[in-house]
């Protein structure tokens, strides 16, 4: 049914709702099977079938239910590969199907803004470009089969500490070019079905009640035509969240009810205080009203005529006009639960998101070496916490990933296991032993004998809690830089939710960075090892020294009585590393393959002046692999100003256009790069978005400091 179509009959069942039916729509209820996240329920006599919401980032999370644990985003991220994202979100909306769920929440849109917050694996990266195509791509996916996506969390949570309550001070300039622009391209672009409010504030006002960027900005400016959702328990009132924009009320149950779904356990006694406030063993989640906002608060309004019915109408037209269009209210969609397809693809996106950060020779490794595998958790597989807790049907750790492999292994610990903390830790009354018997001494032995020691570290992080810093947890550093003095050769796993720091690095012969790989962790780590596949990964985050990054003053994180100031402006991660002229440990888009590729130069489509009437500009390049094994490129295009008549500052250059290539022995391909409008533009309060007159510089590079070719373009 088309969009006029699904209006037409929104608007005849709003018109036939009971004024009781009217406010249950708008908040959600209990879900009787307990394993959706969010739930509305049916208004039978109308044939509204009732909607589910379930959490979905790296895989379908239904507690104690089974489904295929995908890669973390910013593993997926890592791939620069926009058909990975659309095959995979249309793999998890066909899993949530299977489970009669509705709506897929994700993909999560913020920029990894700061190293330290908790939940950047959530997300893609800290270019609004890059997390663009990849919001895209997989929103589309999401959509195509039949499944609502909800992009979240609008806009600027881009930490935990406080994320309940933080106010973002952040300017019209960096919203624009940095923090709106995946948002506004999943609205233009893939027409994405749902938004999710962001529970911070933003220069002011909760996102849940921000008029300007709800109302003015997203549906305005940018013709969002879908519901928007809050939060779970991100409302904060009735009459200004349902006049800023707010559709949807979640989870708008009551709070014991709400814990019980969550965790699958009728017979749990949660501890809360029903003045609103939590407990302290409940720190982890935000104050829950002692009733929906959007129930008996929003109906007393509109009766007292603080609100206008007709805003109440219009929030269950768009509700319904959405669910009818993605064929909800048929219910004729099918799904398809942890199929063999979805288990391949899981496995090739972890090894194509697998970053090779050093290789001094030593990879990939012989079969016929034999192995000292060492590292706290390396029997277990790695995956997000929180809101991507899948739980999957079968997993492979390194150490049953490697022992498929190695002709001899041998596994020891070396230091006692990382915690698994989790946004849901105060559900689990019964504390988890994570002490064994371990000695870096026995690690050592064991490597000393090997051809080559490979050690699996691994950070903590998990929505709800921001890192308190960028070191390995516990005493893995010691493992590791004990290991590389011991073994003759010395290979680093790191299973990271972003940036860390390697005190060792120069000790090390080849260092890996696989992210939450999900549940083909093992199997994917040993495809790379051994060069079954090639490391495909490319930094979707700079590293470097925490010291170094734009949000190491604390006013910038994690703030001050209760501000974080983004005075950092549109310089994030590699613009400020290049305006500051600092050296990162590894730049922006880096990662090695192991094949080797020379670059031809750089040739625009057409010569002479270009002018600004929506056309792009293409540059071509000419990229052979030169070695004698296939291998895995991504070339990047940046953009820079070199002489342009405007005094606002730009970055020196910033990401404008990418493509992933998968070139044999010996082939030669040119890769075409077209960069639109929207890349030579900036904002500016007074004018809105400009493109300054001048000569701009179009860079061809491995990274974002890797330069291989590059021209000139003058835009008149």
């Excluded at 039916?21 to 209990?30: N, V």
């Excluded at 959490?55 to 239904?62: E, L, M, Q």
């Excluded at 330290?116 to 959509?143: K, M, W």
């Excluded at 000419?622 to 070199?642: I, K």
Aim: proline share 6%.
């Amino acid at each position: 049914m088309d969009d006029a179509a699904s209006r037409d009959r929104s608007t005849q069942l709003v018109e036939k709702l009971t004024d009781e039916e009217r406010y249950r729509l708008l908040s959600g209820d209990a879900d009787p099977t307990g394993t959706a996240t969010g739930y509305l329920p049916p208004i039978d006599r109308l044939g509204i079938p009732a909607f589910r919401l379930v959490d979905g980032p790296a895989g379908v999370r239904i507690p104690g239910e089974p489904a295929t644990a995908f890669p973390a985003p910013i593993a997926l991220a890592a791939a620069w590969d926009p058909s990975l994202a659309h095959e995979q979100g249309a793999a998890i909306a066909r899993e949530a199907l299977a489970y009669g769920q509705d709506a897929v929440l994700g993909p999560g849109l913020n920029l990894i803004r700061t190293p330290h917050c908790g939940r950047n694996f959530e997300y893609y990266s800290e270019d609004p470009y890059l997390t663009s195509r990849l919001g895209v791509a997989t929103v589309e996916g999401i959509q195509s089969a039949g499944v609502i996506a909800t992009a979240k969390h609008y806009v600027a949570n881009n930490q935990e500490t406080e994320r309940y309550s933080i106010d973002a001070d952040v300017s019209e300039r960096a919203l624009r070019e940095c923090y709106l622009p995946a948002f506004r391209a999943v609205v233009e672009e893939a027409d994405v079905g749902s938004i999710m409010t962001a529970y911070n504030r933003v220069n002011g006002s909760y996102m849940s009640e921000h008029r300007r960027l709800l109302a003015d900005v997203l549906r305005d400016e940018f013709g969002f035509e879908g519901y928007v959702v809050s939060d779970w328990f991100g409302t904060e009132s009735a009459v200004d969240a349902a006049g800023a924009g707010l559709d949807v009320e979640m989870p708008g149950v009551d709070p014991e009810l709400f814990l019980s779904a969550v965790e699958g356990d009728s017979e749990m006694e949660a501890d809360v205080d029903f003045d609103g406030e939590l407990s302290a063993a409940m720190e982890g989640l935000p104050s829950i009203p002692p009733e929906p906002w959007f129930g008996e608060p929003l109906r007393t309004a509109v009766t007292e005529g603080r609100i206008d019915s007709a805003t109440v109408d219009a929030k269950l037209r768009r509700l319904l006009g959405t669910i009818e269009r993605f064929g909800v209210l048929d219910g004729d969609s099918e799904g398809a639960l942890d199929t063999p397809s979805h288990r391949q693809l899981s496995r090739r996106i972890a090894t194509e998101g697998t970053v090779l950060l050093k290789n001094e020779g030593v990879l990939p490794l012989s079969v016929d070496a034999t192995i000292a595998l060492c590292g706290p958790n390396a029997d277990k597989t790695k995956r997000g916490g929180g809101s991507s807790e899948v739980t999957p049907t079968v997993e492979t750790s390194p150490l049953d990933g490697l022992q498929a492999h190695a002709s001899s292994l041998t596994f020891e610990r070396g230091v006692d296991p990382v915690p698994e903390t989790s946004l849901f830790d105060f559900f689990d009354t019964d504390s988890e032993d994570t002490t064994a018997q371990t000695s870096i001494t026995a690690a050592v032995d064991a490597a000393t004998t090997a051809d080559c020691a490979v050690v699996v570290v691994q950070d903590d992080a998990t929505e709800g809690r921001d890192r308190d810093d960028l070191r390995l947890p516990g005493d893995q550093n010691d493992l590791v830089a004990s290991v590389a003095e011991a073994a003759s050769r010395t290979v680093v796993v790191v299973r990271s939710s972003g940036p860390v720091e390697f005190p060792w690095i120069d000790a090390v012969d080849a260092v890996l960075v696989t992210w939450y790989p999900g549940q083909a962790d093992g199997a994917a780590l040993a495809d790379v090892l051994y060069g079954d596949s090639d490391p495909g990964g490319r930094l979707p985050v700079t590293f470097a020294e925490q010291a170094q990054y734009p949000t190491a003053p604390t006013e910038r994180f994690p703030g001050e009585e209760g501000t974080v100031t983004y005075g950092e402006g549109v310089f994030v991660g590699y613009r400020h590393f290049d305006r500051e002229s600092i050296e990162p440990s590894f730049p922006f888009g880096h990662g090695l393959s192991y094949a080797q590729f020379e670059y031809g130069d750089v040739t625009l489509e057409s010569d002479g002046e270009h002018d600004t009437d929506g056309r792009p500009v293409t540059v071509s390049v000419p990229v052979e692999n030169v070695s004698d094994r296939a291998g895995t490129e991504v070339v990047q295009a940046y953009l820079g100003g070199d002489t342009l008549d405007t005094a606002v500052v730009r970055p020196e250059r910033e990401l404008a256009a990418f493509e992933k290539l998968h070139l044999d022995p010996g082939e030669r391909r040119t890769v075409s790069l077209s960069l639109d409008e929207r890349s030579f533009a900036q904002y500016e309060r007074s004018d809105g978005w400009t493109i300054p007159p001048g000569s701009y510089t179009i860079s061809v590079r491995r990274s974002s400091r890797d330069l291989r070719a590059r021209t000139s373009v003058p835009i008149s």
